[in-house]
Every structure is written in C-alpha cells, then in structure tokens.
C-alpha cells in the first residue's frame, strides 16, 4: 500500500466503523475505510479501489473519493485558509491538504489558486509544494515557434522565469528574454524558441522582433504620454533603466524608436524623446 495514489485493495475484515482493506500479498498491513465510505452489500474478500492519506492523528486512512492531486502530480488547487505555520489548500478530502511556508514561491492568500504537486515529507505526511521543477513532464508535444500558455511558478536571478506549460511541462524563459514582464502565479502567453535535448523547454514572452515592433512602439508611446510627452532618457540610456521602465531589452526599445523616428511620432535628443 502507497499513499497518495489509488490502489486495488482487497476487503478482509468488516466492523462496527467500517472496513479493512489489505493487499493481497501482505494481508495484515490493513487500512481503514470508515463506515459511510463503504457501500451496501460489500463481502470479505471483495475488491475496492481506493486512494489512501493520512487522517487528523496521522494514521492512514482509506477514502472512495478521488482526489483532486495524486502523488507526483501537478495542479492548481484552491487555498482555503492561511496560518501561522502554512496554507491548507482544498484538494477534495475531508482533511485539507498543507502547504508549509517553506514550500511556497511565493505567499499565498485565502481564496486564490496556486500551482503545486503532492509529495510526502520525511515525516511521512502528504504535502503540497509550489517548488513544482522536478514533478513537470518533458515529453510536451510542441515545436520551435509554437505559442502554448502556462504558469510562472519561480523567478531566479541566475536563470530567468520557470514555466509550468500547460500546467504540466517543464519550461523557461532564459534571463536574457525575461525582462519581469510576469510575477510568480501569473498566467502567461509565451512562444518556444527551442526544445533541449532532455525536452524542456526555451521560452519567449515576446513575438519575433519583426512582429513584435509594432507592439513595442505602442508600448514606447504610452510611456512617453506618462511622462508628461518626454521620456526623461533616450537610447542611449542603459539597458538596466530601460528594462525597469519599459520591460523590454535595449535592442528591442531601440528598433521601437526607431520605428517612431520613421512614422515622424517622436523626436530624439541625446537625453530625452519627444512626442511630436
């Protein structure tokens, strides 16, 4: 027997409460499932699947319910409260299922969903954790150049923002192409750039540059109109001012302004950009 996973078991003995349930194999490691789980006309020896946790005192417990999150797997489940030593997210048994702080990405909030797979800790216990890299998939059925959706579920510094693809396939967006246009929970559009050898996948919050201009000037518009119709640097500024203000890389602000330079929208200077 395993918990977190739904199992065959066999009935071997029947009481008051309830029944137990055993594998063949090894027949005295029994599991209990209480009595308004189990279905009239049930006989020892007869067979039920069942998916196995733990109960409120840690014991294992057998339930005919089904889960929404088995072992190993990813998914998004509801958080039903927030307290001093974690969340306790809705998974569709009795007992909630924990997310302690220390396998949160970020704080989650009553009412939200978050993304997380089911592990046991070395306690023993069943848990929830938003660390979800090594529980994704990388057989995803997608190419170069195909658009996919998925959750940001950790930004790092080092390697830019990971990305549940369709909440199941393990991808990234290099630092490089990562300019904090998303935030840990975000749902994004994303396009893959390329497929690993191990099959992960390289992402891009952004079109082709040749698609993508358009978009930028807009975006490079808007922030000048913010600014009273001088944008208080111009492209010359340094690649880590223009990725705080606009989110975009030097090379993609510069093609931007340089497609307003061409339509006659803005005017440059050596320190600012104006709207004409």
Request: charge should be neutral; include cysteine; glycine fraction near 8%.
């Amino acid at each position: 027997m395993q918990l977190g996973k739904k199992q065959l078991l066999t009935v071997v003995k029947m009481v008051d409460f309830g029944i137990y349930l055993a594998d063949p194999d090894d027949p005295e490691d029994r599991v209990l499932l209480p009595k308004k789980q189990v279905r009239a006309g049930v006989r020892p020896g007869d067979q039920m699947e069942v998916f196995l946790y733990k109960d409120s005192r840690d014991r294992p417990i057998a339930t005919t319910a089904d889960p929404l999150l088995t072992l190993g797997d990813v998914g998004r489940l509801k958080v039903k409260e927030v307290s001093r030593i974690g969340a306790f997210l809705d998974w569709g048994l009795e007992k909630d299922l924990f997310l302690p702080f220390r396998q949160q990405t970020r704080k989650v909030r009553a009412g939200e969903e978050c993304l997380v797979a089911l592990y046991i800790d070395k306690s023993g216990r069943l848990c929830a954790t938003m660390n979800v890299y090594e529980y994704l998939r990388t057989d995803s059925p997608y190419g170069v150049d195909d658009h996919v959706t998925g959750t940001v579920y950790q930004i790092s510094e080092n390697f830019g923002a990971f990305v549940a693809v369709d909440d199941l396939y393990s991808g990234l967006v290099p630092k490089k192409e990562f300019f904090g246009q998303a935030q840990i929970g975000d749902q994004v559009e994303a396009r893959v750039t390329g497929v690993k050898e191990d099959g992960k996948l390289d992402l891009s919050l952004r079109e082709k540059s040749y698609l993508q201009i358009d978009e930028d000037a807009e975006q490079v518009m808007k922030a000048i109109e913010e600014f009273g119709g001088v944008l208080p640097f111009s492209d010359k500024a340094s690649p880590e001012v223009i990725k705080r203000e606009l989110s975009m890389s030097k090379n993609a602000f510069k093609r931007a302004v340089g497609r307003l330079l061409k339509e006659g929208r803005v005017e440059i200077t050596d320190k600012s950009i104006r709207k004409r």
